[in-house]
């Protein structure tokens, strides 16, 4: 199973919810699949799930994706710990298991060897963790977590590849005031405030 073909599953099923990926490869394919101001790109190594969670917790009314990767989470898995524990209804974690750094040379990780990530999810307390391995068996996970009763988490097995895309056209700081204006209008809250330079309010 390839990455971009559930990205391409997933896509259509994506209404409002939060959006916000891994670094590299799949933040560049979700771009392909699904260009849209709820989308949040590459994120840094470590990070996806816990800004996820972060977001599921404050605004629990909206569903949030984590678009993750093997190395990534297991550079955090306390994270899933604090998500079994938090227990966000809105939570959904899509981990794509190459079972390798394949952006940076292609080293294996952990779940090439005795690893289960799946099984690690369920011990951190997130009884809907799941693993899949065939584009049918993502598309009837992917609709039941989009459905809520979280939290998610699925691991989609997935083969280690370096396919040619396309690149984020922006930068960091680009990428993060899009998605977080994209939040003030949809939710119709200030998070951003102004900032004044050389100027004191008298």
């Known amino acids: ?15 409002d919810q939060l959006v916000v990926t891994n670094v590299a490869r799949t933040g560049f394919e979700w771009r392909m699949a699904s260009q849209r101001e709820g989308n ?3 994120m ?28 990534s989470i297991l550079l955090n898995l306390g994270a899933l710990a604090t998500v079994g524990n938090c227990a966000p209804a809105n939570f959904v974690s899509v981990i794509f298991d190459n079972a390798s750094y394949a952006s940076t040379g292609g080293l294996p990780t952990a779940t090439s060897g ?8 369920k011990g951190a307390g997130i009884s809907n963790a799941v693993g899949v391995s065939t584009i049918q068996e993502f598309t009837a996970a992917a609709t039941a977590a989009l459905a809520g009763n979280g939290p998610w988490v699925i691991v989609a097995k997935v083969v280690a590849e370096k396919p040619p895309v396309q690149p984020k056209l922006m930068d960091g700081r680009e990428n993060k005031y899009r998605f977080v204006r994209y939040i ?19």
């Open 114 to 121: 005795r690893t289960n990530l799946v099984e690690i999810a």
């Open 40 to 42: 949040l790109y590459t």
């Open 184 to 202: 003030e209008q949809t939710e119709g809250r200030i998070i951003l405030k102004p900032s004044i330079v050389g100027r004191e309010d008298r």
């Open 44 to 71: 840094g190594m470590g990070l996806v799930t816990p800004v996820v969670l972060g977001l599921a917790l404050s605004l629990p009314h909206r569903g949030v994706i984590a678009l993750d990767g093997d190395g």
């Open 1 to 15: 199973m390839r990455r971009f073909d559930c990205m391409q599953a997933l896509a259509p099923m994506i209404t």
